[in-house]
Structures are given as structure tokens and as C-alpha cells.
């Protein structure tokens, strides 16, 4: 018998795996054509490393991190490493993940791209995915909504940034070198890391 959290990081890697041709598709035009390619390999070792059975939900985080990190070359390998590894600190003991708890882990999430990647907003980047998410689901949050009913309004949100990443240049990253050519072209990270939103949120609704 799986724990959830176990459940929901694999079908966060189906996802990924199941996508590593439009990711890496999408990388062919601003980057190295290896976003797909690097995050399924990586996702594809976190459901090998990943105990089944282990109910800490900090603990499994940080393997997942780890393992990220050790695993998907280019930026996106320490980014989503050091993401899931900060969150993993929020969730240390924990069994299972309330609504606050989660926004506590976007935002650690959050903060810890932005020092590992000195990035910002505004730099087509998975920061332009996440950080509208996360307050479209602190907001909804704050007003009362469900856990699954924030989730939508972050997963909203964060598909609005993808849109948004097409609008803008690039400053970070191998995409930075096309400057102005990497307008009308949506950002591999911010999309990646949408579908992982979306897959909880599927995940969280059953």
C-alpha cells in the first residue's frame, strides 16, 4: 500500500514523462532541447528512489529534491531541487498537507529558486508560473475556499504566466542569449511546472 504523497509524485512524473516531448519541443526554440528530456530522467529516478511507504511527507520531499538535483542537468536540476528541498522543511513530520501548510511550501519553494537562481519575476522563467499561483492561492485561501478550489485558482494563474513568459525576453539562462528573439515563445520551466500544479490539483479532487 502507497502513501498519497508517494501517489501524487507519481503521477506528477507520468506527467512529465508523459510530456518530455512537447517540453523539450518547447526548449528547441529558446534553450538546449533538453528541459523534457532532463526532468523526465529526473522524475523517472525519484519514483525509483522514493520509499512507497514513507509517511513523512518532509522526508520524501527532500529525496525527491535531492534527487532532482543529481539527476536533471542545465538550471532546472538545481531550481526544482532546491524547490522541492525548501518545501520539504515545511513538511518535516508531517503526514498530511492542509491548505496553509501547502502555501507555506510554495513560498519556501519560492524562495529558494529566487537564491539559487537570482531570479526574479519578469525574466521568463518558472518563477513567472509560480509566484502568480501562489498568491492566486493564498488569496483564495484567505477568503475561505477549499484546498482543491485554491489549487484551481493557482493552476488558473500559473497557465496565465505560461501566456505571460510568451510576451516577454528572456534574461536568464541559455534563452537569455536570443534576447528579443525569444518573445512568442512560451517558457519550458513555467510550463513544466504548471503541469506539476495541475497534477496535484487533479490529484487533490481525486
Known sequence: ???????????????????????????????DADHGV???RGFQAVIEK?????????????????????????????????????AAKVFAGKSEVTGEDFKSGLEAAIAGIQKRGKAVKGEKTMLDALMPATDAFS??????????????AACTAAN????????IAATKGRASYLGERSIGHQDPGATSLTMTLETIRDFVKG
Not at 488569496?139 to 484551481?152: Q, V, Y
Open 1 to 31: 500500500m502507497s502513501t498519497r504523497i508517494y501517489d501524487c509524485l507519481k503521477a506528477i512524473s507520468e506527467k512529465i514523462i508523459d510530456n518530455k516531448d512537447f517540453l523539450t519541443d518547447l526548449d528547441r526554440e529558446i534553450g
Open 38 to 40: 532532463n526532468m523526465a
Open 50 to 86: 522514493v520509499p512507497s511507504d514513507q509517511t513523512d511527507i518532509g522526508a520524501v520531499l527532500k529525496t525527491t529534491g535531492m534527487t532532482l538535483l543529481s539527476t536533471v542537468g542545465g538550471a532546472s536540476g538545481p531550481l526544482y531541487g532546491t524547490a522541492y528541498m525548501e
Open 139 to 152: 488569496e483564495k485561501l484567505a477568503g475561505g475556499a477549499s484546498f482543491a478550489d485554491a489549487l484551481d
Open 160 to 167: 496565465e504566466g505560461v501566456e505571460y513568459t510568451k510576451t
